[in-house]
């Protein structure tokens, strides 16, 4: 077993950290496939924690031959929280991560992240902004802010697979004061390398146009959004030129439909 604690957590995980942190009172945020994301205090701290379970040989079988790198513990999580707190991009900070057990199938593992107090997703904001609209200036600022974080995440050869609205934090606080905050959450699927491949840029890129999309965002939004994306980087320019943006296009339609056909689905279901 290995394990890193930090100081301010020392007490609360002596012994061993996998029953301690089982034994904590708890908020379950979300329980999908081998994961457990709940909240926690401390004192008077906060915490995100999520336990990973063993994934299974047939779903690091299906990653293989899908071409995608299997993520079977919390270290992607905590390798992506902390090379994003390396080129100045908000994220949780890494408080404790714990493995235990060598096959790649059955390992269990964890990690606690410091909670970004007072940040809401913009799945959130934007359903504000519909019943209160923001001032225009705002709106841009929000579109630039998010441009310019997608474009650090990027350079920085990292890409977050799952780059939706809900996993991008605005401070409230901020924005009432007429400023942009954001944060970027749920990493553990992120890739790390040195250069994004084109087909991680296209999924981030897709993800979160159809994302933005449907909450609300207009076509004036998504070409700020690519001015901004783009700009200062001639490099950057001519990778993501008019085909590359189609092709984002169409990936993000794609979504919507599938989206579509998701609800239409649970609906006959009842």
Not at 19 to 47: C, I, P, Q, W
Not at 55 to 72: A, F, M, S
Not at 150 to 157: F, K, S
Not at 233 to 256: E, K, Y
């Amino acid at each position: 077993m290995s394990v890193w604690v930090r100081d301010d957590l020392a007490g609360a995980l002596a012994g061993d950290p996998f029953a301690a942190l089982e034994g904590m009172s708890k908020v379950t945020v979300r329980r999908a496939d081998n994961r457990h994301t709940f909240r926690m205090e401390n004192g008077d701290s906060a915490y995100f924690v999520k336990v990973h379970e063993g994934v299974g040989w047939r779903q690091i079988l299906e990653d293989v031959l899908t071409l995608k790198r299997p993520v079977v513990d919390a270290g992607n999580e905590c390798a992506a929280c902390r090379r994003l707190a390396e080129v100045g991009i908000r994220a949780p900070r890494v408080a404790a991560f714990g493995v235990r057990g060598t096959s790649p199938a059955t390992r269990q593992s964890f990690v606690v992240c410091d909670a970004l107090e007072g940040f809401v997703s913009l799945t959130e904001v934007a359903g504000r902004w519909r019943g209160q609209p923001p001032a225009p200036s705002l709106r841009w600022q929000l579109t630039r802010e998010l441009a310019r974080l997608v474009r650090a995440l990027h350079d920085a050869g990292i890409n977050h697979r799952d780059l939706y609205f809900d996993h991008v934090l605005a401070n409230s606080t901020a924005l009432q004061d007429g400023r942009v905050e954001l944060a970027l959450i749920d990493l553990h699927r992120a890739g790390l390398r040195r250069r994004v491949p084109r087909r991680w840029l296209l999924r981030d890129l897709a993800a979160l146009s159809f994302s933005a999309a449907y909450e609300g965002a207009t076509r004036t939004d998504q070409f700020r959004f690519l001015r901004h994306y783009t700009a200062g980087s001639p490099a950057r320019a001519l990778r993501s030129g008019p085909r590359f943006w189609r092709t984002v296009a169409q990936r993000a339609a794609r979504l919507q439909a599938k989206g579509k056909r998701d609800t239409a689905a649970r609906a006959r279901r009842g």
